[in-house]
Every structure is written in C-alpha cells, then in structure tokens.
C-alpha cells in the first residue's frame, strides 16, 4: 500500500514552460486535493476532486489546470510556468470528505523552481 | 486575519520538557486536524478531532468547542519530535475543505 504518491520529487522550469505534476493514491478514496506551501503561509488550496469526474476551483486556482483521470489519478498542469508559481505541491487524498471519520493523507510533494 | 491561528509561531525546548501548541479558529468547523510536517516535507496526520480529548503515545490533542480552540500537547519531549506542527479545520459550511494555520515550528534540543 503506496498511499498517495506524487511524481517528480523536484522540477526546475523557465518561465512559459509547461508541466504537469501527477499524483496517484491506492486506498480507493473518492476525494483528491492539490495544495501549494509557500514560506510563511499555511497549506493553500489550488483544485481538488470531490469524486471522479469532478473537479473545482480551491481558493488560489489561476495558472493551473487539473484531470481527475480516473479514481486513482489526479493531475495538476501548469501551461505557462512563472516564477510566482515556484512553490512546495501537496498531493492529497480523503475516502469520505462528509464522514466524521475525513483524515487526510498526503503524498511526499514536489519542489517546483521556476526561472 | 486568518480563520486559523496558531501559536507561537515557533518554539524551542529542551529535551524533556512538555510542550503546548495552540490553534484558535474563528468559524463553525465540524472537526479539526493537527497535522505534523517534518523536516524532509512528508505531512503526517497526528489527530482528528471533532470533540473533547485524544492521545497517542506522548501526544495529547484537545479542543474546547464553544471557546474554538484546541490544543496539542507533547510530554517528554525528544528531538525527533522536531518538527512543524499545523492545525487545520474542516469548516461546517463546506465540508469539501480544510482551513490551515500557517504551522509552529518546534525545535527540541539535547
């Protein structure tokens, strides 16, 4: 049992360069999240996928896109890097965002540099 | 202001000591969540609580509903409980979401 993986680890892109950062958790959760940690401020959230096949906006949605491929994947896509965008990226995962028993499990992240 | 506050923002002890973190939220929340980010970045779940009192190993969470504030207490600390610890919320009025506090940084010395 992985848990929730997230590939790459690290990225160092130019600005207008393109990505896209994957994450995929193995414990048949309906609920996926994307987060970015900047210094000095807490978890903010980007997207997140109630169930497959849906996705919304979090709080800090512009410059990304996001696929909720199947139950397992869920990928964030910067279409044009800047460097506002460099930041530490949270992949996470809940079974049942409405049941009390919601903890969240979170994947190693990924430090993006952009240039 | 943030829904989320933590305090203090940083902390150091020495081995040993008991130690307490507090987290203070300003909305209806249906539970709340102490998390612990080390630091090679991994975020672990420590505790959800939705009520009252919970304990695993050394680590004590509380939450006092009506005053909104909750509490994350380690006894004994050791260095290896160095580490940034973030309170979160899970808000009543969206249920799809999770509020963080900005984190306390703990170092515990020797």
């Known amino acids: 049992n992985a848990g929730v993986t997230q590939t790459p680890k690290f990225q160092v892109l130019k600005t207008g360069q393109s990505m896209t950062l994957q994450c995929a958790q193995d414990?048949?959760?309906?609920?996926m999240y994307w987060y970015r940690q900047d210094p000095g401020m807490g978890l903010r959230l980007i997207y997140y996928?109630?169930?497959?096949?849906?996705?919304d906006k979090g709080e800090v949605p512009n410059g990304y896109n996001v696929s909720r491929l199947n139950k397992r994947e869920f990928s964030l896509r910067l279409e044009s890097a800047a460097p506002s965008q460099t930041s530490v990226y949270f992949c996470?995962?809940?079974?049942?965002?409405?049941?009390?028993?919601?903890?969240?499990?979170f994947g190693p992240g990924t430090r993006l540099t952009v240039l | 202001k943030n829904e989320v506050e933590q305090s203090p923002q940083n902390l150091t002890a020495q081995e040993g000591e008991f130690i307490t973190i507090n987290c203070s939220y300003s909305?209806?929340?249906?539970?709340l969540h102490w998390l612990q980010q080390h630091p090679g970045g991994g975020i672990v779940s420590l505790f959800m609580?939705?009520?009252g009192k919970k304990k695993h190993g050394r680590l004590i969470a509380t939450i006092n509903i009506q005053e909104k504030h909750s509490s994350l207490h380690i006894t004994a600390s050791h260095p290896r409980d160095s580490a940034v610890y973030i309170c979160?919320?899970?808000?009543?009025?969206?249920?799809?979401?999770?509020?963080f506090g900005t984190g306390t940084r703990l170092q515990v010395f020797p």
């Open positions: 909305v209806g929340i249906s539970a």
């Open positions: 996470a995962s809940v079974l049942d965002r409405g049941s009390s028993y919601n903890e969240q499990f």
């Open positions: 996928s109630a169930s497959e096949g849906t996705t």
């Open positions: 609580l939705s009520s």
């Open positions: 414990m048949n959760h309906n609920s």
């Open positions: 979160a919320v899970r808000s009543q009025m969206n249920t799809d979401k999770l509020i």
